[in-house]
């Protein structure tokens, strides 16, 4: 089952400037985390936020966390072209001792050079 | 830095053919998974082991099974391939208790049955 919905689904900006993508979700979470792939690779962890923080950065990454609104959103700021990838937003919750991590269905991001 | 192997980038499988998708990481991570990505669906949990010889259903386990016989090693099997698990699939691990950690992927394989 689906658990984040990003939006938009594609974004299509100069370099330079920034991208921001949303992502919503629909039950408690234990952690939001996003995750960036290149065209046919394997993804790749950019960062994550825990249900009890509302900012977090990361190099040229923000990311804020709204648990009231189910909501977060990714800041790519100052955009290259080797930002160009799919990113995906995925929730963690607990059952028991173990995690699922529930991913959505991604922003594809074209950074123009 | 940990590394997620799965041993095919492609793969063609015929209908009916048994197909094993291997995934082998170098960390001693007790928690492996299995997704399975298409596009316009995301990612979809398939299955996920949290300890060797454990197992435990995801999303969408029908038509697969999995086998967890050493802890570095995690395998996919379509009992018999059909055209609708034509697929890239992904496997990813995580160490038990690093909740506040992101998983690490492997660059996945993708499949075609023919």
């Known amino acids: 089952s689906q658990q984040g919905e990003e939006d938009p689904q594609a974004l299509s900006i100069q370099e330079g400037e920034n991208a921001t993508m949303n992502c919503s979700y629909k039950t408690s979470i234990n952690n939001l985390q996003w995750y960036r792939q290149n065209s046919g690779r394997g993804l790749v962890h950019l960062i994550l936020?825990?249900?009890?923080?509302r900012e977090k950065h990361s190099g040229r990454l923000r990311v804020t966390l709204d648990t009231s609104k189910k909501s977060s959103s990714l800041l790519i700021t100052a955009s290259r072209a080797a930002d160009t990838a799919s990113y995906f937003c995925?929730?963690?919750?607990?059952?028991?001792?173990?995690?699922?991590?529930?991913f959505g269905k991604g922003t594809l991001l074209t950074v123009n050079p | 830095d940990v590394k997620v192997t799965q041993s095919s980038r492609y793969l063609v499988k015929r209908t009916g053919e048994k197909v094993f998708l291997e995934c082998v990481q170098d960390?001693?991570?007790?928690?492996m998974f299995w997704y399975r990505q298409d596009p316009g669906l995301g990612l979809r949990l398939i299955y996920f082991?949290?300890?060797?010889?454990?197992?435990e259903k995801g999303d969408i386990p029908e038509g697969y099974s999995v086998s967890r016989e050493k802890k570095e090693r995690f395998s996919l099997i379509l009992e018999s391939a059909s055209t609708n698990q034509t697929s890239m699939y992904l496997c990813?691990?995580?160490?038990?208790?690093?909740?506040?950690?992101?998983?690490?992927f492997g660059s996945g394989t993708r499949l075609t049955v023919v």
């Open positions: 960390m001693d991570h007790e928690n």
């Open positions: 082991s949290y300890d060797v010889k454990m197992k």
């Open positions: 995925a929730t963690e919750v607990s059952g028991g001792s173990n995690y699922k991590l529930t």
């Open positions: 936020i825990r249900s009890n923080e």
């Open positions: 990813a691990s995580r160490r038990r208790g690093a909740e506040y950690y992101g998983y690490t």
